[in-house]
């Protein structure tokens, strides 16, 4: 097999190997005397390009035998189309026999230089054919490529799948009162609900065929498609680099949508190439999908709002039922002292806790002062050499007014002040006692002089 290709042929043929190299990874040339055939398929099976030449586009076609096949990685051969073709005067591929290892590529440029690269192939490849009829398709449309990419501006760069949704065109003019009135094709963008959409902008796009479109076919019941944009946005450079436009085939949710240049009026008859894009569809129909959800919501929109309103009831019942005559069963204490606790609760919790603290302190300085002012009471009385055997003595004094403050304390109606949920309350009150041992200590009897 060899064959030659130069001027206007040589930059289609390196926009063919541009597009095919951004479908798939492997490039399948299959040789034969009436026409040059290279295919790809996609990892994911999900796409598949073909594009055939004819004889009489390169410049030297020959094959020996009845037919050739083999394939090449599309990164090596994008490689060898990395010098601009501008500057080369004509590119030959050639194959020494069916079971040679290697492809070579050679490059002759304009200033003499001669580039020559030897790609290993597979003799044996695996072949996908698919064959699909243009004319089963109910559904289709032409446009522009200019068109074409004025209207996918409109979505962001990340989008990964487009849904086109397609209806009757009617006889009747756009309605002005209607913002879609007339418009019987709507672009949509396609969002995965299984994954976090938050962030992600959803745009729908309504187009009136009788302006973007070139030609459009559809009868019947609306009928919608969901695609890759990657392999649309391929198909789409190439086309534009060809100046042809692109035409759109398709059926329903689930089929195929098949992609062609649009050579004139002839549909590609005077052509000496054509290209043809199949891509699978998503098999779930964003129509039946929109309509089914909008049933549900209406049908629970009623019941919905009651049961919001009774269980909203229920909960009020029941956190007037889960409060606990005992403080601490419901309250979530953190201790300073222990330095392994974990600190929980909310800001209003810990106000409260703080305000706790506060008010301990303030009943402690208060015990404390009157404490003091028993004992002065005392030493006072006992230098006058004087005691009231009915008066009370001044740890009796101390015990009631800490009971006083304690009544106080608990009389503010907040469960998480109770003294008894503070891990140190124990370790408090025994350090209180402590302190009241060390006040009522007999005092040594003031000096007194010789009378």
Same mark, same amino acid.
């Given at each position: 097999?060899?064959?030659?290709?130069?001027?206007?042929?040589?930059?289609?043929?390196?926009r063919c190997l541009?597009?095919?190299?951004?479908?798939?990874?492997?490039?399948?040339?299959?040789?034969?005397?009436h026409?040059?055939?290279f295919?790809?398929?996609?990892?994911?099976?999900?796409?598949?390009?073909?594009?055939?030449?004819?004889?009489?586009?390169?410049?030297?076609y020959?094959?020996?035998?009845?037919?050739?096949?083999?394939?090449?990685l599309?990164?090596?051969?994008?490689?060898?189309?990395?010098?601009?073709?501008?500057s080369?005067?004509?590119?030959?591929?050639?194959?020494?026999?069916?079971?040679?290892?290697?492809?070579?590529?050679?490059?002759?440029?304009?200033?003499?230089?001669k580039?020559?690269?030897?790609?290993?192939?597979?003799?044996?490849?695996?072949?996908?054919?698919?064959?699909?009829?243009?004319?089963?398709?109910?559904?289709?449309?032409?446009?522009?490529?200019?068109?074409?990419?004025?209207l996918l501006?409109n979505?962001?760069?990340?989008l990964?799948?487009?849904?086109?949704?397609?209806?009757?065109?009617?006889?009747?003019?756009?309605d002005?009162?209607?913002?879609?009135?007339?418009?019987a094709?709507?672009?949509?963008?396609?969002? $995965?609900p *299984?994954?976090d959409?938050?962030?992600? =902008?959803?745009? #729908? /796009?309504w187009?009136?065929?009788?302006? &973007?479109f070139? %030609?459009?076919?559809h009868?019947?019941?609306?009928?919608d498609?969901?695609?890759?944009?990657?392999?649309?946005k391929?198909?789409?450079?190439?086309?534009?680099?060809?100046?042809?436009?692109?035409?759109?085939?398709?059926?329903?949710?689930?089929?195929?949508?098949?992609?062609?240049?649009?050579?004139?009026?002839?549909?590609?008859s005077?052509s000496?190439? $054509?290209? *043809?894009?199949?891509?699978?569809?998503? =098999?779930?129909? #964003? /129509?039946?999908?929109?309509?089914?959800? &909008?049933?549900? %919501?209406?049908?629970?929109?009623?019941?919905?709002?009651?049961?919001?309103?009774?269980?909203?009831?229920?909960?009020?019942?029941?956190?007037?039922?889960?409060?606990?005559?005992?403080?601490?069963?419901?309250?979530?204490v953190?201790?300073?002292?222990?330095?392994?606790?974990?600190?929980?609760?909310?800001?209003?919790?810990?106000?409260?806790?703080?305000?706790?603290?506060?008010?301990?302190?303030?009943?402690?300085?208060?015990? #404390?002062?009157?404490?003091t002012?028993?004992?002065?009471?005392?030493?006072?009385?006992?230098?006058n050499?004087s005691?009231?055997?009915?008066?009370?003595?001044?740890?009796?004094?101390?015990?009631?007014?800490?009971?006083?403050?304690?009544?106080?304390?608990?009389?503010?109606?907040?469960?998480?002040?109770?003294?008894?949920?503070?891990?140190?309350?124990?370790?408090?009150?025994d350090?209180?006692?402590?302190?009241?041992?060390?006040?009522?200590?007999?005092?040594t009897?003031?000096?007194?002089?010789?009378?």
């Amino acid at each position: 097999m060899e064959f030659a290709v130069s001027g206007n042929a040589l930059k289609t043929f390196a926009r063919c190997l541009a597009c095919l190299s951004r479908i798939g990874n492997e490039l399948v040339i299959q040789a034969s005397s009436h026409q040059l055939a290279f295919h790809t398929l996609n990892s994911s099976r999900s796409a598949y390009q073909s594009i055939t030449f004819m004889p009489n586009f390169f410049d030297v076609y020959t094959v020996s035998g009845a037919q050739v096949q083999c394939s090449v990685l599309l990164k090596a051969v994008c490689a060898v189309l990395r010098t601009p073709t501008a500057s080369i005067d004509n590119l030959t591929v050639q194959l020494p026999n069916s079971d040679a290892p290697k492809v070579q590529w050679t490059l002759k440029c304009y200033n003499g230089m001669k580039k020559a690269y030897w790609i290993t192939c597979n003799v044996e490849p695996d072949i996908q054919h698919l064959s699909l009829d243009r004319r089963r398709f109910p559904s289709n449309f032409v446009v522009r490529p200019r068109d074409l990419n004025r209207l996918l501006s409109n979505f962001q760069s990340s989008l990964q799948e487009i849904t086109v949704i397609a209806t009757e065109p009617t006889s009747l003019p756009s309605d002005a009162a209607s913002e879609i009135g007339g418009k019987a094709v709507e672009l949509r963008s396609y969002i $995965d609900p *299984t994954k976090d959409n938050d962030s992600t =902008l959803h745009t #729908q /796009l309504w187009i009136d065929p009788t302006e &973007e479109f070139v %030609q459009y076919t559809h009868s019947g019941d609306p009928v919608d498609v969901t695609f890759g944009v990657k392999e649309l946005k391929a198909f789409l450079s190439f086309c534009e680099g060809c100046e042809v436009d692109i035409h759109l085939f398709f059926d329903k949710a689930g089929e195929p949508i098949l992609m062609a240049p649009k050579f004139g009026l002839d549909d590609g008859s005077g052509s000496n190439f $054509d290209a *043809t894009l199949v891509l699978a569809t998503m =098999l779930v129909s #964003q /129509l039946q999908l929109a309509n089914s959800s &909008e049933h549900q %919501q209406a049908a629970a929109s009623i019941p919905g709002q009651n049961g919001n309103r009774t269980e909203s009831q229920g909960q009020k019942e029941r956190r007037r039922m889960n409060v606990s005559e005992h403080p601490s069963d419901h309250t979530r204490v953190w201790s300073e002292l222990s330095g392994s606790a974990v600190r929980s609760g909310s800001g209003a919790e810990e106000r409260q806790v703080n305000g706790q603290r506060n008010m301990n302190g303030s009943a402690q300085r208060v015990i #404390q002062k009157t404490s003091t002012m028993h004992i002065s009471k005392n030493t006072s009385a006992r230098e006058n050499g004087s005691e009231a055997p009915t008066s009370r003595h001044p740890m009796e004094h101390i015990h009631l007014e800490q009971a006083q403050v304690r009544s106080q304390i608990d009389g503010q109606g907040f469960s998480q002040r109770h003294p008894s949920n503070w891990v140190d309350a124990n370790e408090g009150d025994d350090d209180d006692e402590g302190d009241d041992r060390e006040l009522y200590v007999q005092s040594t009897p003031p000096y007194c002089g010789e009378q």
